[in-house]
């Protein structure tokens, strides 16, 4: 991995690579996307046709620092998400940060869509809902160790969610998507910093970075560039719009 910006470039280790993405305390909200050059997302539905070694390393990375991965719930079960548990490779790299070797990961979905049963339908995992969701399901989650989260009336409220995440120790957020939930977010004006590797590949696919248009245009500054067999890792922040009004996000 090649530090191209910001200046000395040079060749990062895993400790650098670390620190290339380690983020000051406090709380904060980043994105972690891979993207072909015309912006698509997934190749047969998943994302790691766009993948890479050094794709991987990153992705490690993000969640080793992150507190939570926020992610839709239509991402986790096309990805086949399951808890990131002490003995797995990630809970140990986590255990030698000094982090907790558990990861969290919230799964957001305004029906609920998560059921008793699911792999992720365990602790620590939360699930963020709003009150429009089935209670019953709510509560037989709530009663296999879910957290559950009512953010909302008939849709998820994703500053409240992030509010109510970070009441439960949650500060830095990592958020995987998918673009439903990641326009939701810029919508809502809650993004600090995009986490973008470019493969170098056109696809053509559907599912693009972005699902649709923004209530407005979202203008980012770019912080940082790694560079890997042709990979770019790219990490921007969002420059947030002093007058932009926080709306109440949709889940899937």
């Known amino acids: 991995m090649r530090r191209l910006l910001p200046g000395p470039a040079g060749d990062l280790d895993d400790d650098g690579l670390v620190e290339a993405y380690r983020l000051p305390p406090g709380r904060s909200v980043r994105v972690d996307f891979v993207a072909s050059l015309d912006g698509a997302v997934t190749v047969d539905g998943r994302s790691e046709g766009l ?12 969640r080793a620092l992150a507190d939570v991965v926020l992610v839709g719930h239509g ?13 797995s490779t990630l809970g140990r790299m986590r255990a030698a940060l000094g982090r907790p070797a558990e990861l969290p990961i919230a799964v957001a979905s ?8 699911d792999r ?3 602790p620590p995992t939360v699930l963020v809902t709003c009150a429009a969701a089935d209670p019953g399901r709510r509560a037989a989650l709530a009663d296999a160790g879910v957290s559950v989260l009512v953010c909302g009336e008939d849709d998820v409220d994703l500053p409240l969610a992030l509010d109510r995440l970070a009441e439960l120790g949650h500060e830095q957020v990592l958020c995987e998507g998918g673009p439903v ?15 973008l590797s470019i493969a170098p590949a056109l696809v ?3 599912d693009r970075l972005v699902a649709g248009a923004l209530p407005d245009i979202v203008r980012l500054d770019l912080r940082q560039l790694l560079e890997e067999d042709g990979v770019l890792f790219a990490r921007y922040a969002l420059l947030h719009h002093p007058l932009r009004v926080s709306a109440p996000g949709r889940a899937p």
């Not at 991402?75 to 003995?87: C, K, L, Q």
């Not at 939930?181 to 986490?195: I, P």
């Open 181 to 195: 939930l990641l326009s939701a977010a810029l919508a809502a004006d809650v993004v600090d910093e995009l986490d």
């Open 120 to 122: 992720l339908a365990v």
């Open 75 to 87: 991402t986790a079960a096309s990805e086949g998400y399951g808890p990131v548990v002490a003995g």
């Open 110 to 117: 305004r029906r609920a869509s998560l059921v008793p049963g």
């Open 204 to 206: 053509g696919a559907p």
């Open 51 to 62: 993948g890479s070694p050094g794709d991987q390393r990153v992705f490690r990375v993000l």
